[in-house]
Structures are given as structure tokens and as C-alpha cells.
């Protein structure tokens, strides 16, 4: 069994915003698996799946970003899921918008939703995809990352939330590291 966690905001004044990164490319990852991600459980919408034999959960924590954890923990601990088969789709204001970046583990990189996930899962060494969404040095992070995208951006956005999804569908039944070595973009 496999658990693909989109990390955002609930609710209508969260939609399309940066922050909502990790739930916009969960949802693309359910449309392209013909399912949806509207089930209440673990304090999040789920949405359960086959692919080649594999049950996949997909998830959308409703605890709000800072708390996602409880939901993924109580999720991982309900089925019995090891954090090797976990993986986390996530905004990422160190990269540029339209750069994706896959890891096998990691710190929290101070992003909080990362950061209460490593707290309720007891460790860091689960999988992750981090979306660029970029930064405004002008603004403050709290406004920017619960902003829109302008529309300048909004075309690599959409290429990247398109390329983490196929990386994402790919994690169900590939090596990561086959994975990782197929997305990782390097640096021009």
C-alpha cells in the first residue's frame, strides 16, 4: 500500500493559491488515476485506488498546513504504512516557480507542513516532491505563499504540477531512485 499526501489549506479562500501547491498536483494525480480524493477520514479527504495491484491512498489533510502530520500519521499507523512507502507533494519557496525536486528524505527546510509530519511520523526519511513556487524578497511569506499565481507564472506552474504528478504516479510501482534520476532537473 502506498499513501500520496498533497499538502494545503482547506477551503475557498485557499484555492489556487501557492500554498495549495501539494493539494493542486494531489488532484492531478487523481484525475489522471480516474479517481477522487472526497472521502472524510484521518481529519483529511481521501481517495483510495488500484494500480497494477497496488492500493494507493490519496490524501488532502484538513488540518491545515502546520498540522498536516496528524492526518498522515493516523493514517500510516491505521494501515500499517512503513514511511518507505510514503510520499508528500509539497510548495517549495527555495525553488523557482516551474522546478520540481525529488528527495528520498530530508529535513523540513523549514517548511511547516514537512516539519509536523516529521514530528507525527518520528522521523524524516519519507519521500518527498517539492514544487517550486518561488519568492518575493518584497513580500512578506506569509502573503506570498497564500497568493495566487500571476499570470506570467501560471504556465510553468502548470508544468511542473504536470511533471511531479507523472513523477508521483511513477513512485507506485518504480524504484524511487529510478524515479528521481528520471525528474530531478539539473540547474542551468
Known sequence: MKLIVGLGNPGRDYEKTRHNTGFMTLDEVASRLNTDVNTKKFKALIGNVKVKGETVILMKPQT???LSGEAVGECARFYNIPVSDILVLVDDLDLPVGKIRLREKGSSGGQNGLKNII???GT????????GIG?????????????KFPKADRALFEAARDKAASAAIEFIDRPFADVMNKYNQKDA
Open 135 to 147: 519568492k518575493d524578497p518584497l513580500m512578506l511569506t506569509a502573503d506570498y505563499v497564500l497568493g
Open 119 to 121: 514530528a507525527h511520523l
Open 64 to 66: 491545515y498546513m502546520n
Open 124 to 131: 524524516q526519511d519519507f519521500k518527498r516532491i517539492r514544487i
